[in-house]
């Protein structure tokens, strides 16, 4: 038994829970965005923006940026769900993008905004510890 390898090695609980929650997260806060996309795409002047921001994009824009965000998050997330190799890169990276958007986005929503990023950021870390194996042995286990 000294020679065990990685493939022995048993999956954590923790990180299997890390990983299906980083995924259920990923969903909702894919829908969520792609509700707010909506919503200043439909109603441009839902949004008010606060005075003397550096920058200034159109709320329009923002509602296209976050409905596509939000569809790809959504999208990875059941991925991740499904223990797919490809949700986890699209999803460290959708989420990177997600809270970079919402940087930006502090001005017109900054409660909503520092939520969203707070949340990504616990996303990324939840895909990178589950590695490889773990996702092996989920798609093995449904």
């Known amino acids: 038994m000294a ?17 299906l929650f980083a995924a259920v997260m990923m969903m909702m806060v894919g829908i969520f965005q792609a509700i707010e996309g909506l919503a200043a795409i439909l109603e441009n ?14 709320v329009t824009v923002w509602g296209w940026i976050h409905l596509v965000l939000g569809i790809v998050l959504a999208v990875a997330g059941w991925g991740v769900l499904s223990a797919q190799m490809w949700a986890r890169v699209v999803g460290i990276g959708a989420a990177a993008l997600s809270a970079i958007a919402n940087f930006f986005f502090i001005p017109y929503y900054p409660v909503w905004s520092i939520l969203i990023i707070v949340i990504d950021v616990f996303v990324i870390w939840a895909l990178c510890v589950y590695g490889k194996q773990e996702a092996r042995d989920a798609g093995m286990r449904s």
């Open 3 to 19: 020679n065990r390898s990685y493939t022995d090695k048993p999956v954590s609980g923790w990180v299997m829970g890390f990983a």
């Open 45 to 58: 002047e839902f949004y008010v923006v606060a005075p003397n921001y550096v920058y200034q994009v159109d």
